[in-house]
């Protein structure tokens, strides 16, 4: 049985005197089961933070419904909120309290009996590597130190469902890595994590399903294996060629060339541009892809034959303009 | 209720902390309104004599009434910043109500211990440079410190919910000033029969209310306002307070 489901989830924020209505989420439904790690990918604006936002119980849902554990979280929120935990976008650790006794008062908040809490909160801030900062207060650590605080706040009262909103963002790589152990980590001992995120490395690192949204709605859902095997043709050939348009005509004839994007050009080398071909594997196929740039008056630089990224996934089915 | 109190313990730790901060803050006014308006104005002749026991249950009103506004506007301020340090006690298993509630009582606290602490200061002060004896009646006193304690602090959530903070200085300017100046905290709600219908009008402040159970209390000999009219003030103000601001706190926390 899954632990946590969405079910046509739907989220309009009302118009005000400044902005008209957003509908931010326009009919969202997954189901996550127990010990799973579940990313929900998307551009700014897609709908992520706010489908978070409504299985917290920070958001009111328009229509639809989220259960947790079988339990409504509209209709039974202070049920719910015991078996969730969140860490969010913004750094909002206590800035009263030192580290340590914001851990201890969060146990407090939820009814945990004192040597409980007092030995959870020692344990998390070893797993979190923030022993020696029990003292310290949030706002002098580090970011990524910042993060860690959350996380070790957030699994204070063991959650069923630890949600994160875009954890790594503005970390720094070692930061990022050490957070992406911390999770799988977690995912070892059978935690059910639910992440947002819009990088891609993080989302096939961390996550064995991903829902891509866009537009308040989900794009596809899948391992992401299988996300990228359903990419189509299912493989990229990168060349780096010069006089690439004269030759991009000719390419595209090729049978098994499905589509050809221009990536950027080189920096270094004027006139030298790299396309990218989605094939659909042929015999011959090469071959003709040589003769092509040699017979349309084109150098061919480089050559390589890769299996397509999530990103190339994600851009497929997101589009390549700017969002902000 | 585990979670309140939590929430309550929380808010008073810091509190305690910050204890030498808000001492200062809450003495400052009243000690040395009593050395201008106890001392200094009398020796002049500029005000009567009776001012000195009239003006200490009314500065304990302001106090109170500064005192728990202040308690619940600032931590509000923060929680309702940016960072939204609110979401984790929304996330607290309560409900919404329940954690404005702890505002509002952690904001009273404030508010009680500030005015039991001017009271005594102010009729040590006064006693020494006058020799004028104010004697509270103790018994009336706690109930109604806590219940102004209550509209104090209520109010500070109806402020501090509906006020951007980069508001306050307006906010004191334009809100809480005139308040105090017609709160009949510097002069008995019934000494206004001179102004005919006008009396009435000052109904419409709730720190008249405050400063008339302290008056009540703490200067018994002087003429105050009716008990069922103070009393259903403080109740009819605190409520309509709590209730708006628990219903704003609730739409800016929860979209």
Redesign the interface.
Known sequence: MPVLVVEDLVKT?PATRKAPAVEAVRGISFAVEAGETFGLLGPNGAGKSTTL?CI?????PTSGRVTVDGIDVVAR???A??L???V?Q????????TVRELLV??G????LAAAERESRADRLLAEMQLTDKAGAKPLTLSGGMQQRAMIA?ALMHDPRVLLLDEPTTGLDPQARRMLWDTLASLQARGVTVILTTHYMEEADRLCSRLAIVDHGRILTLDTPAALKRALPGGQILDLSVRAAAAVEPALASIPGVLRIERVERSAEDEGLERLRLFIEPADGLLDRVFRAVRDGGGELKHVSLNAPSLEDVYIHLTGRELRE | M??FL??L??DL??AA?NAPMLLTATLTQPILVVLVFGNILPRLGLVADEFRTVMVPGLMSITMLMAGVQGVLMPLA?DLS????V?????????IFGVALEKVVAGAIHSALAGLIALPAMMLLIHQVTGVAVRPNMIVLLPLVAACGMVAASFGLTLGTRFEPRFSGLLFAVVLGPLMLFGCAYYPYEALEVLGPVQYVFLLNPLVFMSEAMRLAVTPEVRHMPVPLMLGGLLGFGGLFLYTGARTFARR???
């Open positions: 924020y936002g917290t119980t920070l958001v009111r929120a202070q049920d909120k015991r969730i935990a969140v969010p913004t750094r909002n650790l206590d800035r009263d309290l008062y969060h407090r908040y939820f009814g706040r | 585990t979670a939590a929430l313990r929380r730790l810091v902390r923060a940016g960072t939204r340090e979401d984790e006690r929304i996330l607290a298993p309560i409900t926390t929860i979209l």
